[in-house]
């Protein structure tokens, strides 16, 4: 199989740093961020926090009398948060598995879960770790993709619908994660406050491609004799053709505990 065929696999923190820095990205971002109502003073947590992409702004927030934790489990994701927060003193970075979430029964008056979820083993249990993390009171930001919302314009429809089938199906750890983020919160014991969905859209074939992983899931989904060569081929090709569409839904959801 040619390397041309999309974009390689990117690195995974350039690729979390660029989809925030999208158009789409910090227009999400903006709004959770904005939904959490984080105080000065308070303890704000931000679960997977990747490269520390979120952290700055949850700093400014909290001011220099409160803390702001990070918590991945990825050395190289740590490491780059580390080196974004060096100069914030508010923001503590801590390497541990969002399973089991290193803070302190009862302490956090704010948390974030961004784009995490959909990865991890269990996401009840993530959630049901947040629920002992937090305070009475606390207030709690959840935002994932659904990934059976996927849909990219091409007059071979029924190849884009078997490539979206692919990615929700063996792509994904947990696709429709998104539209089941208000029951399972419920579950862990949080009251809902705020759902809602976004629509990301793509216009730029290249961006779609580096994001959505065009190419590279294509590419997996022919090797697994998923999708026709030939097909997937002609399909991919056609997408380099203007105007180019794509888009999915993000959905957000804002609880207290």
């Not at 302190?104 to 993530?126: C, F, Q, S, W, Y």
């Not at 049901?128 to 059976?148: F, M, N, S, V, Y």
């Not at 090709?237 to 959905?251: M, Y």
Request: hydrophobic content about 40%; glycine content about 8%.
């Amino acid at each position: 199989m040619s390397t041309t065929f999309g974009s390689p696999r990117p690195d995974a923190a350039a690729y979390m740093m660029r989809a925030a820095a999208s158009a789409a990205g910090r227009s999400y971002k903006q709004e959770l961020i904005q939904l959490l109502d984080v105080q000065l003073g308070q303890t704000a947590l931000d679960v997977g926090c990747g490269p520390g992409t979120d952290l700055p702004a949850l700093a400014e927030r909290v001011g220099v009398s409160g803390t702001v934790i990070g918590v991945d489990r990825d050395p190289v994701m740590l490491a780059e948060a580390r080196r974004r927060t060096s100069e914030l003193p508010a923001v503590q970075i801590r390497e541990a598995d969002v399973h089991a979430l290193p803070v302190e029964r009862g302490t956090v008056d704010r948390a974030k879960i961004d784009r995490v979820l959909m990865h991890v083993n269990d996401p009840a249990a993530v959630l049901e770790q947040l629920h002992l993390a937090t305070r009475p009171g606390a207030r709690i930001g959840l935002a994932e993709p659904d990934w059976d919302t996927l849909v990219v314009d091409a007059e071979d429809l029924d190849t884009s619908r078997a490539f979206t089938r692919y990615t929700a199906s063996e792509v994904v750890r947990h696709a429709a994660i998104g539209r089941s983020l208000a029951r399972y919160a419920q579950r862990a014991g949080f009251t809902i406050e705020t759902v809602r969905a976004t629509t990301p859209v793509f216009l730029d074939f290249q961006d779609a491609d580096h994001t959505l992983g065009l190419g590279r899931n294509m590419q997996q989904a022919i090797q697994d004799g998923y999708i026709d060569e030939v097909r997937g081929r002609q399909w991919f090709t056609s997408l380099f053709a203007k105007p180019f569409f794509a888009s999915f839904t993000l959905v957000t959801v804002i609880c207290s505990r």
